[in-house]
Each structure stands twice: as structure tokens, then as C-alpha cells.
């Protein structure tokens, strides 16, 4: 069983930056890809990024391209979300997982999700 609690997210303007965490329990987390996603009001869950084990490769979605970076520090058993040039689309839950893929269905364990509001 792995536990996944994000945390960073609340209310900025456009074009500034948040820094959502994702803190996983279990001493395996070095072994797992990790992955963002998010969910606005009426919309599917939509993959964002995503990072291997070790962080040597990551998948972004185009549409945060240039401006999202993932990466995770294995001995905090933490993975970070950087969320620069923020748009107003870019409202909504963002969820950390474990798995790999850019559907939802590839992922295992899920956090509760933390709330991205920005304002135009």
C-alpha cells in the first residue's frame, strides 16, 4: 500500500508559479514512476507529466510543455511539480500517482488532490 499526499496548490495570478509536492510513504519509492494529473470542473482527469524511477526521463503533455517541470528527490520520498507562466486553463485538482503512461488507468495509487486556482 502506498500513501500519496500533495500539497503547494492555491490561488495565483497568470503568468506567475506554484510548486506542488507529492509526499509518498514506503521505503520502495525510488522504485516507482510517478505521475501528475488534473481535473477541472465538468472535465476527465488529463495527464500532465510524468517522471521514471530514477528521473531520467519524463513525458509532458503539450500543453504544459516549456512550462511544467517534474522531478522527485528519492531520499524525501517526494515528487515536485514546478508550475511556471500559469494560465488560467490550468485551473483545476492536480493529482500525483504512481504508474507510468499518460492514461489514468496505467496508475496504481492516487493522492486526495490539491486545488490550482489561477486568476486572470
Known amino acids: 500500500q502506498v500513501q500519496l499526499v500533495e500539497s503547494g496548490g492555491g490561488l495565483v495570478q497568470a503568468g506567475g508559479s506554484l510548486r506542488l509536492s507529492c509526499a509518498a510513504s514506503g521505503r520502495t519509492f525510488s522504485s516507482y514512476a510517478m505521475g501528475w494529473f488534473r481535473q477541472a470542473p465538468g472535465k476527465d482527469r488529463e495527464f500532465v507529466t510524468a517522471i521514471n524511477w530514477s528521473g531520467s526521463n519524463t513525458e509532458y503533455a503539450d500543453s504544459v510543455k516549456g512550462r511544467f517541470t517534474i522531478s522527485r528527490d528519492n531520499a524525501k520520498n517526494t515528487v515536485y511539480l514546478q508550475m511556471n507562466s500559469l494560465k488560467p486553463e490550468d485551473t483545476a485538482v492536480y493529482y500525483c500517482?504512481?504508474?507510468?503512461?499518460?492514461?489514468?488507468?496505467?496508475?496504481?495509487?492516487w493522492g486526495q488532490g490539491t486545488q490550482v486556482t489561477v486568476s486572470s
Open positions: 500517482a504512481v504508474g507510468w503512461g499518460r492514461q489514468p488507468r496505467t496508475y496504481s495509487y
